[in-house]
């Protein structure tokens, strides 16, 4: 899945030992470019944390991952990002330019 989304704020770096050794993970807060924008918390794990390039209030392009899993008879889910990237400097297009459409009385249907 892919996210286009601002950046809004960088949770602590946290860090551990399991049982495959060493992890690091980085919660970033992003807010969507919706009509009601939503914020979403997303996780970066291991080598794909890069914070030094983000910055507040960045656009950025997000791919990501949501998984769900079962302890204890409740369910948790993640949002984990696999691949983070500024957003181009493009201005998007907007669906109302794309269906724009002005119709004349000479366009009048045959039924």
Not at 58 to 70: A, G, M, T
Request: proline letters at 4%.
């Amino acid at each position: 899945m892919e996210l286009t989304a601002k950046l809004i704020q960088l949770l602590p770096l946290q860090t551990g030992t399991g049982k495959n050794g060493e992890w690091k993970k980085q919660d970033i807060i992003v807010e969507t470019n919706a009509q009601y924008p939503k914020k979403v918390c997303i996780s970066v794990w291991g080598d794909k944390i890069n914070t030094g390039q983000l910055q507040i209030g960045q656009s950025l392009n997000i791919s990501f991952d949501v998984e769900s899993r079962e302890y204890n008879g409740r369910w948790y889910t993640d949002v984990k990002a696999w691949k983070i990237e500024t957003a181009g400097a493009g201005a998007p297009v907007s669906e109302d330019d794309v269906h724009n459409t002005s119709f004349t009385s000479d366009d009048d249907l045959p039924f």
